[in-house]
């Protein structure tokens, strides 16, 4: 099982849309958990850090399921500078990512 | 600019070559860590440092590579050898202890292509 899986996509989505990507993670031990971002041929950025209770940071909501082991990430009103690559990031120190998912918003 | 910096940003060199990498860290931070990244994957951990202390090491990381970071400043990243399966993205992060959530923040990478 990878440590990290997320569907790769893409997602194809209109400008305005909803979209929600998902991440299970397979170690149990991990104490931090982060969204990035990555454009093409760029470093991760980081987006946002997730805490088990929720957090979201204006267009961007992130949750976190220890118990299913699982990360969210809701961008609402999605514009086109929101296409990117998503990455679902546990941590025990040294980072652990995922394929990462791909967003493509249109016009 | 007081992000994570990284020498050279591109090199390409032939099979059989020895490179070297560089990371300059931010200032404050005193881990530094090493990733490398496929084309359509994400980054995967090489090692680590705290300060001078290499602390931990991927069974990715080969006898033909070597990390060093000898005054717990920058670090290099040394490959010997090198292999067309070398050629990647080539990632450096830092992030400092006092950080509860220990974010890592990445320097733009130093692509290689091995020929």
């Not at chain 2, 080539?90 to 509860?100: F, I, P, Q, R």
């Amino acid at each position: 099982r990878k440590e990290v899986e997320q569907d790769p996509g893409p997602f194809n989505v209109p400008e305005g849309a909803t979209v929600a990507f998902n991440c299970t993670y397979s170690n149990s031990a991990s104490q931090s958990f982060f969204w990035y971002r990555q454009d093409c041929r760029k470093e991760p950025k980081l987006l946002m850090s997730v805490y088990s209770s929720g957090n979201e940071d204006g267009r961007f909501t992130a949750q976190l399921n220890r118990a299913s082991q699982y990360i969210s990430l809701l961008i609402r009103d999605s514009k086109l500078s929101d296409s990117a690559t998503y990455l679902c990031v546990p941590g025990t120190g040294k980072l652990i990512f995922g394929q990462g998912t791909t967003l493509q918003v249109k016009p | 600019d007081t992000g994570v910096s990284q020498n050279p940003r591109h090199k390409i060199t032939k099979r059989g070559q020895n490179v070297t990498f560089r990371c300059d860290p931010i200032s404050e931070h005193n881990r530094l860590y090493w990733y490398r990244q496929t084309l359509g994957q994400g980054p995967e951990f090489l090692t680590y440092f705290q300060n001078e202390a290499q602390l931990e090491k991927s069974r990715l990381l080969s006898d033909r590579f070597s990390a060093e970071r000898p005054k717990g400043s920058f670090s290099t990243l040394e490959i010997q050898r090198t292999e067309q399966g070398d050629s990647a993205m080539y990632l450096c992060a830092s992030s400092g202890v006092a950080e509860l959530t220990d974010t890592q923040y990445f320097g733009p990478g130093t692509r290689l292509t091995v020929l």
